[in-house]
Structures are given as structure tokens and as C-alpha cells.
């Protein structure tokens, strides 16, 4: 269990990335940008190294999965989904930051509440925590029917892991694309009526 707490803080203290940018000003949209694209870069070069030159580091032993050894890890996969949303979903309207959050929160909540191995979908209590989590993160940034949209999107992408010829796809990617994906068609095609 230490290890899964650990990987759970790892992946929470990521929530500096999208809180930077609400609440320093000197982070302006083209510097997230910036930054992700830097994280994207190292991210790559760390997998390359642990993955085709055999170098393995204490750390990926501790703050990986069974399932990523020979796989692109999770916080790689996080970098790509966050960095995804910031380039497709410029504001306004503001579903790239609720999407990351939802990332970077709701995925660790939803890690600690289950019993942190990989099984093909989660238990209801797991993915009802998920939902409001997620939800209530998107509410401050889009209409109330686009954070539920949303919360529904990203417990849907964290409580089902589909495995595809042996390669999990990790919701560390699905989490933050799914959520601004549905949360900006909600803003897009939805009627304000129902906003």
C-alpha cells in the first residue's frame, strides 16, 4: 500500500500544473503551454531510457505498475492527455483546466478508494465518489449540464480500463482528453436552455 499511496501524491502534486495558471498570472496560456510541451519532451526522453536502454531506476520501480514495465508509463501518458487539452481546447471556454483537474484529483480519489489493482472496471461506490469529485471540480469553469457532462466522461475513462491487445490503455490519457471533449461539445451543441 505504500507504494500506491506514494504514486496516488505523485500524481496529486501534478495538480500544480493547471492551478498554475489560474492562479499565477505570470502563467499565461502560451507558457502552459510551454511548460507542458518542456514535461512532454523529458517525459519522452526518461521513456526512452527506461524502456530501450534498460535503465531502471529505483523510483519507476516504486511509482509504476506491473502492467507499465514494458508500456508507456502513467505519468508520461498524464503528461500526453494534459498536454492534448492544452493545445485542442484554448480558452474561452475553459474546459482544458476542469479536464486536467479532474485528472490530477479525481483519478488519485478515485485510486485510493479502490483497492488499487487493475481490474476492468471499478466498484460503484468508487465511480459514484469519482463522479461528484470530478463534477465539482468543473463547476467553477463551465455551466452546471457541462460539469456533469464532464464528471460522467471522466468517471467513465477512470472506471473502465480497456485493454487492447495486451496494452491497458491507461486513464491517465482518457481522463483529461474525454472530459474536454464532452464538456466543449456540451458548450458547443447544447442549447442554453439547458446550460
Do not use: C
Not at 112 to 138: I, N
Not at 160 to 183: C, E, F, H, Q, W
Amino acid at each position: 500500500m505504500p507504494d500506491e499511496v506514494a504514486r496516488r501524491m505523485v500524481h496529486a502534486s501534478t495538480t500544480a500544473v493547471p492551478l498554475s495558471y489560474v492562479l499565477l498570472e505570470p502563467v499565461t496560456w502560451d507558457v502552459l503551454r510551454a511548460l507542458l510541451a518542456v514535461a512532454l519532451v523529458a517525459g519522452l526522453a526518461l521513456e526512452v531510457v527506461r524502456l530501450f536502454v534498460g535503465l531502471n531506476w529505483r523510483i519507476f520501480d516504486r511509482l509504476t505498475r506491473e502492467y507499465e514495465e514494458d508500456n508507456l508509463a502513467g505519468y508520461f501518458l498524464g503528461a500526453v492527455g494534459m498536454a492534448v487539452v492544452v493545445f485542442a481546447f484554448p480558452p474561452p471556454p475553459q474546459v482544458a483546466v476542469p479536464a486536467m483537474l479532474m485528472l490530477t484529483i479525481a483519478d488519485p480519489v478515485s485510486g485510493l478508494l479502490s483497492s488499487g489493482q487493475l481490474k476492468t472496471a471499478k466498484e460503484g461506490y468508487v465511480l459514484l465518489a469519482t463522479f461528484g469529485v470530478a463534477t465539482l471540480l468543473a463547476a467553477p469553469f463551465v455551466p452546471p449540464a457541462a460539469a456533469v457532462l464532464g464528471g460522467v466522461a471522466a468517471t467513465v475513462a477512470d472506471g473502465v480500463k480497456p485493454v487492447i491487445r495486451g496494452y491497458v490503455i491507461d486513464d491517465n490519457l482518457t481522463i483529461p482528453i474525454s472530459a474536454a471533449v464532452v464538456m466543449y461539445a456540451a458548450l458547443t451543441y447544447l442549447p442554453a436552455g439547458l446550460l
